[in-house]
């Protein structure tokens, strides 16, 4: 059971965003405090019934929160939380879900448009104030989505969405899923994960926007890379695990497929002896994909309805992960 409202006490433990000052403007009264740190969160957790965080997790807070009782991610991908200690300690989990929908949808949108329309390069030539001449060389000129095709891998509210804006872009879009008899809304053709390997020849765009489980760790891997044609590029917006990471950097670096939009990277921040920070094809954004103004707000309103829900002694949760 969650503390009444006078008694509750809900940590914000995030590096950047302002939950606090969003929260306080809701005048709820409640008792809250922020952690920009690990440190900072290790010094708070003791005292809090409610945690919201993404990054800052760690599975060993538990140990030292006796009084923590939900902890609702603000990121929609819960991978970083070990299911059984929090269930062991007695905490419910909820998946901010939703949250970053749309700002993740038109970012993977915004990669393949990038990649299509030659913007790195645009940009890289602006640098150095040089005005790039027209293009002969297909490799080399700038293209439309029209008539292109995309395999969308993972078709939840992210992957479903992205799945619409390539429709509304004139694109061809094969949705992949779990259970594909659930279908997308969208898609052209929806199959399974096992089916990937064999439908990757016809990807123009393998975009990746499905959770890192035991089902889609490595999915794309040495197989499904080399059945890509080598005008085809991976946009991934999921996580970087989701792609056999050394396979990929093969792929790209043996012209085997034309390139990539990588928002995810095995590990974060990107190493900085990677051989993707150099390679032209590839475009690298920093996690950054869910970025949105309306973050705050979004979570804020998911840990109230979570937090009302425990109140009134309900048991399942908005977006419950445990
Ligand atoms: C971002 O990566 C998220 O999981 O929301």
């Known amino acids: 059971m969650l503390p009444p409202r006078d008694r509750l006490t809900i940590c914000f433990a995030h590096v950047a965003y302002r939950f606090a000052e969003r929260f306080a403007l809701r005048g709820t009264g409640i008792v809250h405090v922020e952690a920009r740190s690990r440190a900072e969160l290790d010094a708070a957790i003791a005292g809090a019934d409610v945690l919201v965080c993404s990054g800052l997790w760690r599975n060993d807070l538990p140990a030292i929160a006796p009084r923590l009782r939900l902890v609702q991610s603000c990121s929609a991908g819960t991978d970083q939380y070990d299911r059984d200690v929090l269930r062991q300690a007695g905490i419910r989990l909820a998946s901010g879900q939703g949250c970053n929908a749309n700002a993740v949808s038109e970012h993977a949108i915004a990669q393949i448009l990038a990649l299509l329309r030659r913007l790195p390069e645009a ?33 939840g509210r992210i992957g479903g969405r992205i799945a619409r804006l390539c429709k509304a872009l004139g694109m061809r879009v094969i949705g992949v899923r779990r259970d594909p008899t ?25 975009v990746l926007a499905c959770p890192l489980t035991d089902e889609t760790r490595n999915l794309v891997d040495a197989a499904v890379l080399a059945a890509m044609k080598p005008t085809a590029r991976v946009v991934n917006v999921a996580r970087g695990r989701v792609v056999d990471e050394p396979a990929l950097v093969a792929a790209l670096r043996e012209g085997r497929i034309g390139g990539a939009a990588l928002d995810v990277t095995a590990d974060e921040p990107l ?31 998911m840990m109230m309805e979570n937090i009302e829900r425990l109140w009134r002694g309900e048991t399942g949760l908005f977006n419950q992960i445990v």
């Open 123 to 155: 940009r890289d030539n602006q640098a150095k104030r040089h005005w790039r001449g027209m293009m002969g060389d297909f490799a080399r000129r700038e293209d439309e989505a029209g008539g292109k095709t995309a395999i969308v891998v993972g078709t």
């Open 182 to 206: 659930q279908g997308v809304d969208g898609a052209d053709e929806v199959h399974g994960f096992r089916d990937l390997p064999r439908l990757a020849p016809r990807a123009d765009f393998l």
């Open 271 to 301: 190493p900085q002896d990677s051989p993707l920070w150099d390679m032209p094809q590839v475009l690298i954004t920093p996690h950054t994909a869910g970025e949105t103004h309306s973050y705050e707000d979004n979570v804020l309103d």
